[in-house]
């Protein structure tokens, strides 16, 4: 039989109804697999994403008039303890007034600032609680409009995360829907006007990490050295250490003071520290504020740890404490259960 013949054959075979039906139906049958495990594939990566988002998404304010929006987040059935959210907007449309937390999810306040077209927010869940899951309000920002036309957005980084509280692991983000577009020449929904403040805001900081009971696995929290003599005008270091013992910590605070006729503040060094992300650093006006948490993927920390490095000046003579100023605190990995059982200061002699 010839070549010719057999394909004449073939073509009148693949003509029949029969042959066509079945076909049919087997590319529908591969298209049909093809895009459900597309589906299937997208759904997975969003159900073990989380997405932080802005409500509303869309504002109109009249120029001078105030207006507030709630950072959200979405972490679908992953349980979270943590949040940080890096926002930006433009300075020159928009003044940063204040952040507030009411309805938050997330109690541990750990860093609240704007200003200068960037807003900053690090919180946790409050020490005891349950991890939480699902939509959840974070904090909410109020600004002030600048202009009386034209448009801006208010956007998140890729900073921002959310923490997953049983692996300690930075889910994967999506920020699609977090843009708020903000006209200024249309009056709508937007509170009455500020006066213009004679220095923008930059800082709105709520109350310090709660101290929750400790558990029976109490911690420590010390100075090293914790006692030295040093000369007037010379610098004194030392290191806050931490010792959780067996109970794993993925966050710290540390609470001290010291008295301002004595000491100068001069830097808080994170070099040595076993906590690799600083929300805060501060040490002016006889305070200091350290809030630090070990880096995203790591495992929870046990027994001794350096927390921060500190170094004042020294400006007095006589003697001078670094007490213990009350809102120090361990967090546990698992439930965010503060640990820490006692807090000791140190003691220096400070000669001419």
């Given at each position: 039989m010839s070549r010719y013949r057999l394909r004449s054959e073939f073509?009148?075979?693949?003509?029949?109804?029969?042959?066509?039906?079945?076909?049919?139906?087997?590319?529908?049958?591969?298209?049909?697999a093809t895009a459900s495990l597309s589906l299937l594939v997208a759904f997975r990566a969003r159900a073990n994403s989380g997405r932080l988002y802005i409500s509303p998404s869309r504002v109109?304010?009249?120029?001078?008039?105030?207006?507030?929006?709630?950072?959200?987040?979405?972490?679908?059935?992953?349980?979270?303890?943590?949040?940080?959210?890096?926002?930006?907007?433009?300075?020159?449309k928009l003044q940063y007034v204040s952040i507030t937390s009411p309805g938050t999810a997330f109690g541990i306040d750990a860093q609240s600032s704007g200003g200068n077209g960037v807003v900053t927010i690090n919180r946790g869940t409050t020490g005891g609680t349950a991890p939480v899951t699902g939509h959840q309000?974070?904090?909410?920002?109020?600004?002030?409009?600048?202009?009386?036309?034209g448009s801006s957005q208010i956007t998140f980084t890729a900073d921002s995360i959310l923490v997953r509280a049983d692996h300690n692991t930075a889910l994967p983000m999506m920020y699609g829907p977090s843009a708020v577009s903000f006209n200024a020449a249309t009056t709508g929904s937007a509170s009455s006007p500020l006066p213009t403040p004679t220095s923008s805001p930059r800082t709105d900081t709520s109350s310090p990490m709660p101290t929750a009971a400790a558990s029976s696995s109490s911690g420590t929290m010390y100075l090293t050295p914790a006692s030295g003599t040093v000369s007037r005008g010379g610098q004194l270091t030392f290191d806050i250490h931490?010792?959780?013992?067996?109970?794993?910590?993925n966050a710290v605070?540390?609470?001290?003071?010291?008295?301002?006729?004595?000491?100068?503040?001069?830097?808080?060094?994170?070099?040595?520290?076993?906590?690799?992300?600083?929300?805060?650093?501060?040490g002016d006006s006889g305070h200091l504020v350290i809030v630090r948490a070990i880096n995203p993927?790591?495992?929870?920390?046990?027994?001794?740890h350096i927390v921060a490095t500190v170094t004042l000046k020294v400006t007095g003579s006589g003697s001078a404490s670094v007490t213990p100023a009350g809102g120090s605190v361990l967090l546990t990995a698992?439930?965010?259960?503060n640990v820490l059982g006692s807090v000791t200061g140190g003691a220096y002699t400070l000669s001419n």
């Open positions: 073509l009148n075979w693949a003509k029949q109804p029969w042959v066509l039906t079945v076909a049919i139906g087997v590319t529908l049958a591969v298209l049909v109109h304010a009249p120029v001078n008039s105030t207006f507030a929006i709630d950072v959200r987040e979405d972490s679908g059935s992953m349980p979270v303890n943590a949040v940080r959210a890096d926002v930006r907007y433009d300075p020159s309000q974070v904090a909410t920002i109020r600004f002030r409009a600048l202009t009386n036309a931490e010792n959780s013992n067996t109970s794993p910590i605070q540390a609470d001290f003071s010291y008295p301002t006729d004595k000491f100068q503040f001069e830097s808080i060094s994170g070099a040595s520290s076993a906590f690799g992300l600083a929300a805060q650093d501060s993927g790591s495992a929870g920390l046990t027994g001794d698992a439930s965010s259960t």
